[in-house]
């Protein structure tokens, strides 16, 4: 037991990371928040150990906008009808590689805004869309242009096979 507490320990920081202005300087993930203003300026604040923390993640000020997802009743207006070419991800809640694929789509979206759409359709939630594109392995990334479909690629790739697919069509 002792040597699993042993293994279980998180070593101290050491002397010169400690003589740095913030205990944290060196972790680039981290950020030390600002306090908040009180809501009551005329009383001091009680000090209070449910306080929330002031070191936060700096995750949360550069986190994507994930693509908004397709349904049934949407898919005619947003991808068919779309005036500029449709990048869609056929995936599923329970597909891991599909979790993997993400940021990579994320990302896309962001990076081609205003020259390309980029949607996502949950095959659990929408199968007769996948069934209608003979998806049969998800994740499955499909190109649309003039409401036709232009490619597909099947499988959790690498960035850059994406793109290599799209900038054919842009």
């Known amino acids: 037991m002792a040597a699993l ?3 279980l320990v998180v070593p101290r920081p050491s002397a010169s990371l ?3 202005s913030s205990p944290f300087s060196n972790f680039s993930g981290l950020k030390i928040q600002p306090p908040r203003p009180s809501a009551n ?6 000090p209070s150990r449910l306080r929330s923390s002031r070191i936060v993640c700096e995750a949360q000020d550069t986190a994507l906008k994930a693509p908004p997802a397709v349904t049934d009743s949407t898919w005619q207006s947003l991808v068919i009808e779309s005036d500029l070419p449709v990048l869609v991800e056929f995936w599923a809640p329970w597909c891991g590689p599909c979790r993997m694929i993400h940021p990579v ?3 896309l979206a962001q990076q081609y805004d ?3 759409k980029v949607y996502k359709v949950n095959t659990d939630e929408s199968p007769s869309i996948a069934t209608q594109y003979g998806i049969r392995s ?3 990334v499909m190109v649309f ?3 036709e479909k232009k490619e597909a690629v099947i499988g959790a790739v690498p960035e850059s096979t994406l793109t290599t697919c799209l ?3 842009l």
């Open 5 to 7: 507490l042993q293994t």
């Open 18 to 20: 400690r003589s740095t």
């Open 41 to 46: 300026l005329t009383s001091t604040p009680k």
């Open 105 to 107: 789509i994320d990302k």
């Open 114 to 116: 205003g020259k390309l």
């Open 138 to 140: 998800i994740p499955t």
């Open 145 to 147: 242009k003039n409401g």
């Open 167 to 169: 900038e054919k069509f």
